[in-house]
């Protein structure tokens, strides 16, 4: 870069002497028929954009002795600064990048610590919820005994062994034919005698005919798989029905 470059590009923070060049050239170089004088749009591009100007090209030098070229640029820088000036008057109404760029970084760490929260939430409880859900809803389950004997006690029964998941099962009971109505303690046992229930339910039967059935609530969730005894007490019987009852 040249001096005389250096010297147009002067336009940031005109010097004296640069002012005092101008008030020459003002008082020296009238030039009203604008001979040999550069485009207005070249000047204005030489105060706005003069990096898009080779301003080292002598044609230039034509505002050095042309007052009114040289007015053309004074007036366009002005209106230059006047506009800047506005701008920075503006400042305050808006927050300034560094805020804008301090608000973006809070926005996003907020946004951030949700998108954990909520992905957590989501997890813990989509995960958690639907296990627990089906965990505790009852499946319902039929179970009919309607074919089995009416034996009792250690009698075997006639019936295939009832097959129960270890859930929380709603067991609608259809119980032997010709049983009485009436109420029922239901209870999963592990042997004949009655005395170790592992779930016990209690249950109304209602007989339609000679159909006796109840449902039942057993939960089953904390017995270990393997065989059992499903046992039905009539509230007026002191003896047990049992039959067969895998738990799997
Ligand atoms: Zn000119």
């Known amino acids: 870069m040249d001096e005389r470059q250096s010297f147009f590009e002067d336009d940031e923070d005109d010097t004296l002497l640069f002012e005092k ?15 040999g004088c550069i485009d207005h749009s070249t000047l204005k591009m030489w105060v706005y ?30 209106l230059r600064d006047a506009q800047s ?11 300034s990048p560094a805020a804008n760029w301090r608000w973006a970084v ?8 949700l ?12 995960v958690a919820t639907p296990a627990q859900v089906a965990e505790s809803t009852p499946v319902a389950v039929t179970i009919d005994l309607s074919q089995a004997g009416t ?26 034919n010709f049983s009485p109505g009436g109420k029922y303690v239901v209870s999963v046992t592990t ?3 009655g005395g170790s229930g592992k779930a016990v339910g209690p249950a109304n ?21 393997g065989t059992y005894f499903l046992a039905t007490t009539h509230e007026g019987d002191s003896a047990s029905y049992f039959y067969p009852l895998t738990v799997r």
């Open 21 to 35: 060049l101008q008030e020459h050239v003002l008082e020296k170089y009238p030039n009203p028929e604008r001979i």
């Open 49 to 78: 954009t003069p990096e898009k100007l080779n301003l080292s090209d002598p044609k230039y030098l034509h505002v050095l002795k042309c007052a009114e070229c040289t007015r053309e640029l004074i007036e366009l820088r002005r």
């Open 85 to 95: 000036e506005r701008a920075k008057d503006e400042v305050p109404s808006h927050p």
């Open 106 to 113: 809070f926005a996003s760490v907020i946004l951030c610590c």
């Open 115 to 126: 998108a954990v929260a909520g992905v957590t939430y989501w997890r813990t409880h989509s």
């Open 151 to 176: 034996t009792r006690g250690t009698d075997t029964t006639t019936v295939p062994a009832v097959v129960l998941p270890r859930r929380v099962v709603s067991a609608h009971v259809i119980l032997p």
């Open 191 to 193: 042997d004949r005698s």
């Open 205 to 225: 039967a209602n007989v339609q005919g000679y159909h006796a059935e109840l449902t039942v609530k057993l939960d089953l969730r904390s017995l270990p798989s």
